[in-house]
């Protein structure tokens, strides 16, 4: 019975230090951290793009984004976000030369996405696009793609 009133006390302390120690801090001020800007994300569907290297069809790129614009600024878009993101998408993975189903190791996913941002920035106006998020980036070989249709027949 001591032992339960010991440890009711040790435990009432413990919660009022701890209250009193975290009602002393002071507010996180303005200045502490950088305000970033409410952002709108816009979720598009899959993109397949074709993979064409030595002129012969190597496999095929199927690719998900998300775009982080400003809040509000999706209604100052002329063009279809998601036609303007495929175009530059489909060209970007055919002009890439380090974009190989066999050598994965020199595509660099980052600077791809960076690239895509700073391309619809040109294309949409400077600073709308925040980030590109790459949610799904899948590979598929030829040899892949004809072995599953050869497995459905």
Do not use: C
Request: aromatic share 8%; no cysteine.
């Amino acid at each position: 019975m001591l032992k339960t009133i010991a440890i009711s006390v040790w435990l009432m302390g413990l919660l009022a230090g701890s209250m009193f120690y975290f009602s002393t801090l002071p507010p996180p001020s303005a200045d502490d951290h950088e305000k970033k800007p409410d952002l709108e994300y816009v979720n598009l569907p899959p993109i397949t793009s074709v993979i064409i290297r030595d002129k012969a069809i190597r496999g095929y790129v199927i690719a998900e984004f998300s775009v982080s614009i400003a809040k509000g600024r999706g209604s100052e878009i002329r063009q279809p976000l998601e036609l303007v993101l495929r175009d530059l998408v489909i060209k970007g993975m055919h002009a890439n030369k380090k974009l190989d189903i066999f050598k994965l190791d020199d595509f660099d996913v980052a600077a791809f996405s960076e690239d895509l941002r700073d391309k619809l920035n040109e294309k949409l106006g400077e600073g709308f696009v925040d980030s590109v998020l790459v949610q799904d980036l899948n590979f598929v070989s030829k040899e892949d793609v004809r072995d599953m249709l050869m497995r459905k027949s």
